[in-house]
């Protein structure tokens, strides 16, 4: 961290100025697992510290973002001395002279921060250009399942104006998007609030999202129930195998891990509801075969449910 607000965002990360991509996109997961917030309930350092790394992953994963990042940071390192203001002005090829200092040119750069896992960024602008008058906008917006799942961009018609808005794979319902200097204008002053985007996610005939995690009935026959089976089941990332294990009762969950959504920090798991299902219409041999378990059956079923009705 330098004077006036200024962050490295490789050091950060903990990774070199060449890093590639996939370098960066680790570094990030791993710092995100460490300081994540519900690893570290009440503690305001830890929370600081995520804030700082998804701050930085947003600067580097994006290619625009982070080349006019590393342009600025050149200058930072080679100008930071002095003490001039406008010093910025001198460099006029990379458009760095609208900005009077560091933290202005860091809001306007990092624009779209959106938030990743519940609630683990707020607005990272600084308070000393909080507005008195709030100007925020608000939006909701519905995606849908697979958009929620796999990201996705939007264009939406807000005041007048066509924004691009990047959804990251694996939004949750009630996450927010903010959107600096998109929000509504004050009038005679030229200042303007940002857009603030709340999330939710579309029902779908299948699947249900809990946090990270997909939930879903499934259809299953008597045979697979009592004698078991592995069986061939679609899930949100493609078609996989479940093992359905002999004895398995109605309404029993069965989970499969790391097959629900994905934030880059955390990834949910799937979980299968087991669904008795009959057949409309029986077949002759099937029939025949369930007069033969009647005729072997050892179990009696209403016992107990007899003992309790007399008492």
Do not use: C
Request: charged share 30%.
């Amino acid at each position: 961290m330098e004077s006036d607000g200024f962050k490295d965002y490789f050091k950060i990360l903990g990774v070199s100025r060449n890093a590639t991509d996939q370098e960066i996109k680790s570094a990030f997961r791993k710092l995100a697992r460490k300081f994540h917030p519900d690893l570290h309930p009440h503690n305001e350092s830890a929370e600081s510290e995520f804030k700082e790394i998804n701050e930085a992953y947003e600067i580097l994963s994006d290619g625009d973002k982070k080349k006019s990042y590393e342009q600025f940071l050149n200058d930072w390192y080679k100008k930071k001395d002095e003490k001039s203001k406008d010093f910025y002005r001198e460099n006029n090829d990379n458009n760095f002279d609208e900005y009077i200092n560091l933290d202005d040119f860091l809001n306007d750069l990092i624009g779209r921060f959106t938030e990743v896992g519940k609630k683990v960024y707020s607005n990272i602008s600084s308070d000393n250009h909080a507005q008195s008058l709030n100007l925020d906008a608000e939006f909701n917006l519905q995606i849908s399942f697979l958009e929620a799942l796999n990201g996705t961009k939007k264009n939406l018609l807000v005041n007048n104006e066509r924004i691009e808005v990047k959804i990251p794979q694996g939004i949750e319902t009630g996450s927010k998007i903010r959107i600096k200097k998109k929000g509504n204008i004050q009038s005679g002053k030229g200042k303007r609030g940002d857009l603030l985007i709340e999330v939710s996610i579309k029902s779908h005939p299948i699947w249900t999202v809990k946090g990270l995690d997909v939930y879903a009935d499934l259809p299953i026959s008597l045979d697979e129930l009592a004698l078991g089976a592995n069986i061939s089941v679609a899930s949100p990332k493609g078609d996989t195998y479940l093992l359905i294990p002999s004895g398995s009762l109605p309404e029993q969950k069965l989970k499969i891990k790391g097959q629900g959504l994905d934030n880059l920090v955390t990834q949910g798991d799937l979980f299968f509801t087991l669904k008795l299902k009959f057949p409309e219409n029986w077949s002759d041999e099937e029939l025949r075969l369930l007069e033969k378990l009647r005729s072997v059956r050892i179990d009696e079923p209403r016992s107990s449910w007899f003992d309790q009705a007399r008492t």
